[in-house]
């Protein structure tokens, strides 16, 4: 069962990594970059002000927890754990993968922590707007990072769905403890 999952999920990659072409090398690279991505986390702490006002700072502290809770997780309960090679890092795959610049990252991916962190931010702020054409909007975008890595060879299909799972749910633990508290603070 498992060497089957695991058949699967190595196929999976190859599809979506094959799918190369320059143009897309260019625009993946930069999708999976974090510094590209400041206007729009800029858009969603604005929105956060303006439904929050006053009380922005336990907002501001929830993400911020929210985002060391995914990144610690995924690295110290999953990479170090499970320590599987990346697809990049893979001698039996190495030559199958097509990476962007040979950049490849650390040396385990199991889960992936852009998926991860991109996941629970999509699933706290959704449920913290509660608007259709928002949670549209965090999803495609949490969707696409998570797609970037697969296609730059960093991470197999099974790290990013993964690990798009364990954001979802830290998103919601996370959430779920904010509003329990905010109930108790400000209400």
Known sequence: MLETLKSIDIFITLIINNLHSPIFDVIMFYISKTFIWIPFYLGIL????????????????????????????????????????????????QNLIHTVDQHCGGKFGFVSSHATN???????????????????????????????????GVHFFGDVFCGAILGMIIGFLTFFIYKRLYSHIFL
């Not at 929210?66 to 893979?90: E, G, M, W, Y």
């Not at 991109?118 to 797609?147: C, E, R």
Request: charged share 20%; net charge positive.
């Open 118 to 152: 991109v996941f629970g931010t999509a699933m706290f702020t959704l449920l913290f707007f509660q608007k259709k054409w928002f949670t549209f909007v965090i999803l495609i975008w949490a969707t696409l990072v998570s797609y970037s890595r697969i296609y730059l």
């Open 46 to 93: 604005f929105f956060i002000l303006r439904k929050e006002k006053k009380k922005i700072w336990f907002s501001i502290i929830f993400l911020a927890l929210l985002i060391f809770l995914t990144d610690k997780i995924s690295v110290l309960a999953f990479k170090d754990v499970f320590q599987r090679l990346r697809p990049c890092h893979n001698p039996d795959l």
